[in-house]
């Protein structure tokens, strides 16, 4: 070899072990970034649905991590370009609208914590889009989701069985006794988790390339999850799961060689649920209790009316993020049925439109609508070519189809329910809709775009801010639940309670309901008449203070906040606060009675007997308050009575 080979393998040796470099840390990269994908998508259902603070920061703080390994990939790995689908762009709209709504709401802690919520959606989309595109990576995710939820409809088959009261160690409530939930509190929201995937599990069943000890264990896991989804007994699932598998098994039969399967399949699911309606007394009970008209209608169809009225109030930018639940009190009905908080309207695109207004629902429609254009479009690059003899199976048609199913399933459920305000299922969602577009790059290298440095330094600017907004938001959120935790363990004892719970608003000061849990304290330790009882409550009181200027749509701060006036001997000035509890929730039972309380404080047994009685017209089951004072004032007014005129 001459001395001019030699200079020349000399010189290629640092260019071979910097590309061998940048391979590996590509290759650690995407197996960290697979390995966090999947522990969010099967924590999430595992944890109750992730609807807990301390459940949803664990995703929280895997998303974090995801964006760091995806940055450091970005640079250091040998995959430098993007996959950016025209669903991309559609979905940069709603996240700026979603930014800008947050800087307009009226109460920051809500507002900010559904904007965490969309960030992690959205940092996930696309972390999953551009680096789990691969074959061995949707598989991974895949056969993860529908082995957890075979799992999970065999939990919820024995919670059947057995009539459980239980969920893992909770206690569920009486409302939902007889009926399976699995890993979710609400049944709903575990069938929305299940109808999702069992479309997909079929489709691999029915038409993706499979061994046959493969293609058996997804048959069986198709079988469970399908008993899973209807021993929930939700009649919204019923309904939507139901459609999504009838357009699934009809796109199946347009394949010669899976239509006799897919025609057996669909017998034995029909035959399957008719056997299960005739022999279950729960499901027959279920289905017959379903009212759309007078008293006793479904309490959604009494919620739908006042959301559609806020929305109409605030036609195109709605009430603000997360903010339903509280403004949802002046626009309810005086009636028994609807004095519970109603948390969410029942109906994501009615929720959507109350808090985001109409420009928000066109805007968060816009990615579902690019997704399916990209299905329609792309169809026939995710087929094997066929020949006259056979359609060949294909796992990338399978994929697309099932999930595309699934993602409509929940779609139409949602029009009825809340499952994707459920931070589990939109996750579910949100990382199906990333792997089909993902599949796109089958049909065209055009989404492909090649980042240069000046491409690079912009999504630098665009990740680095993102992963030190959410870091910051995971630690306060981490550091404010750990001494909320405290404060519970502490409940017993009111003076190291209120220790913890004041750290925990030094860690979040924008929370209203702490700063609400601590006035509370404090008041009921005043109302104890111990020594030192006037100074708690004049401490109380700065307390609810913030609680209202926080959240100046909860009613409790300034009713109690008159109590505490009472208590304290200023009668004359509770008057007001009394007043402006009524103003935000005039039909409110228990703020009725605090007002008929006040007015007992007065001396004013008529007006306080005129208020007690209205609120036991709005809920005369189960009214201790009301009740007990009532028979006060009726003894009092006798006794007034019996006394001799002067």
């Known amino acids: 070899m001459s001395e001019g080979q030699n200079a020349g393998l000399e010189a290629q040796e640092p260019k071979r072990k910097d590309s061998d470099l940048r391979e590996q840390i590509d290759a650690w990269c995407e197996w960290g970034i697979l390995a966090m994908v999947l522990g969010i998508v099967l924590f999430g259902p595992i944890a109750l649905g992730a609807v807990r603070p301390t459940e949803f920061l664990v995703l929280h703080v895997l998303t974090v991590g995801i964006l760091v390994l995806w940055l450091v990939r970005y640079w250091f790995g040998k995959t430098q370009i993007l996959l950016w689908a025209p669903i991309c762009w559609a979905v940069l709209p709603f996240l700026g609208y979603a930014i800008y709504r947050y800087r307009t709401a009226e109460i920051e802690f809500l507002?900010?914590?559904?904007?965490?919520?969309?960030?992690?959606?959205?940092?996930?989309?696309?972390?999953?889009?551009?680096?789990?595109?691969?074959?061995?990576?949707?598989?991974?995710?895949?056969?993860?989701?529908?082995?957890?939820?075979?799992?999970?409809?065999?939990?919820?088959?024995?919670?059947?069985?057995?009539?459980?009261?239980?969920?893992?160690?909770?206690?569920?409530?009486?409302?939902?006794?007889?009926?399976?939930?699995?890993?979710?509190?609400?049944?709903?929201?575990?069938?929305?988790?299940?109808?999702?995937?069992?479309?997909?599990?079929?489709?691999?069943?029915?038409?993706?390339?499979?061994?046959?000890?493969?293609?058996?264990?997804?048959?069986?896991?198709?079988?469970?999850?399908?008993?899973?989804?209807?021993?929930?007994?939700?009649?919204?699932?019923?309904?939507?799961?139901?459609?999504?598998?009838?357009?699934?098994?009809?796109?199946?039969?347009?394949?010669?060689?899976?239509?006799?399967?897919?025609?057996?399949?669909?017998?034995?699911?029909?035959?399957?649920?008719?056997?299960?309606?005739?022999?279950?007394?729960?499901?027959?009970?279920?289905?017959?209790?379903?009212?759309?008209?007078?008293?006793?209608?479904?309490?959604?169809?009494?919620?739908?009316?006042?959301?559609?009225?806020?929305?109409?109030?605030?036609?195109?930018?709605?009430?603000?993020?997360?903010?339903?639940?509280?403004?949802?009190?002046?626009?309810?009905?005086?009636?028994?049925?609807?004095?519970?908080?109603?948390?969410?309207?029942?109906?994501?695109?009615?929720?959507?439109?109350?808090?985001?207004?109409?420009?928000?629902?066109?805007?968060?429609?816009l990615p579902v609508g690019a997704l399916y254009w990209g299905v329609f479009w792309g169809w026939r690059f995710f087929r094997r070519k066929s020949n006259d003899l056979e359609q060949k199976k294909s796992n990338k048609a399978a994929f697309v189809l099932g999930a595309s199913t699934g993602i409509f399933a929940i779609l139409l459920h949602s029009v009825v329910d809340f499952n994707l305000h459920i931070p589990a299922n939109a996750i579910l969602a949100v990382t199906l809709m990333a792997l089909i577009t993902g599949h796109l790059r089958f049909a065209t290298d055009r989404f492909w775009v090649s980042q240069r440095l000046k491409g690079r330094l912009l999504a630098t600017l665009i990740l680095l801010p993102a992963i030190a907004y959410l870091a910051s938001q995971a630690a306060h959120c981490a550091g404010e639940q750990w001494w909320l935790h405290q404060a519970q363990k502490h409940a017993t004892d009111p003076a190291l309670q209120r220790v913890a719970l004041t750290k925990a608003f030094a860690c979040e000061p924008r929370n209203f309901e702490t700063a609400y849990t601590l006035a509370e304290s404090l008041r009921q330790e005043s109302w104890l008449g111990t020594k030192g009882w006037d100074k708690l409550a004049e401490a109380a009181l700065p307390w609810y203070e913030t609680a209202f200027a926080l959240n100046p749509y909860d009613p409790f701060a300034y009713a109690r906040y008159g109590m505490c006036l009472d208590w304290l001997k200023r009668t004359a000035e509770a008057g007001p606060w009394f007043e402006r509890a009524l103003k935000i929730d005039p039909h409110n039972y228990f703020i009725r009675a605090e007002m008929g309380w006040h007015y007992l404080q007065l001396g004013d047994y008529d007006k306080a007997k005129e208020w007690f009685v209205l609120s036991t017209k709005v809920n005369w089951m189960n009214n201790p308050v009301a009740d007990s004072y009532l028979k006060i004032i009726e003894e009092r007014l006798e006794e007034r009575k019996a006394q001799p005129k002067k």
């Open 111 to 365: 507002a900010r914590q559904e904007l965490i919520q969309i960030l992690v959606y959205a940092s996930l989309f696309f972390a999953i889009l551009n680096n789990l595109h691969g074959k061995f990576s949707t598989r991974a995710v895949v056969m993860a989701l529908i082995t957890l939820a075979t799992l999970l409809s065999l939990y919820a088959v024995y919670q059947w069985i057995t009539n459980s009261p239980k969920v893992w160690f909770f206690d569920k409530p009486r409302a939902y006794f007889g009926r399976a939930s699995g890993s979710y509190i609400c049944p709903n929201h575990f069938a929305g988790f299940l109808e999702m995937l069992l479309p997909l599990t079929i489709a691999y069943t029915l038409t993706g390339r499979f061994k046959p000890v493969a293609r058996v264990l997804l048959a069986y896991a198709a079988l469970v999850i399908t008993t899973g989804l209807a021993v929930t007994l939700s009649r919204g699932a019923y309904a939507a799961g139901g459609l999504a598998l009838t357009i699934c098994f009809i796109c199946i039969l347009r394949q010669r060689s899976s239509r006799m399967l897919a025609l057996a399949c669909l017998v034995f699911i029909a035959g399957g649920v008719a056997l299960f309606h005739a022999k279950s007394i729960r499901t027959q009970e279920r289905l017959e209790d379903t009212q759309i008209t007078g008293y006793e209608r479904n309490l959604r169809l009494r919620i739908w009316p006042a959301a559609v009225h806020m929305w109409q109030d605030h036609f195109w930018t709605g009430v603000g993020p997360a903010h339903f639940d509280y403004r949802y009190r002046s626009y309810r009905d005086a009636h028994d049925k609807l004095q519970a908080r109603a948390g969410y309207v029942h109906n994501d695109y009615l929720n959507t439109l109350a808090d985001y207004g109409l420009i928000g629902l066109i805007l968060i429609l």
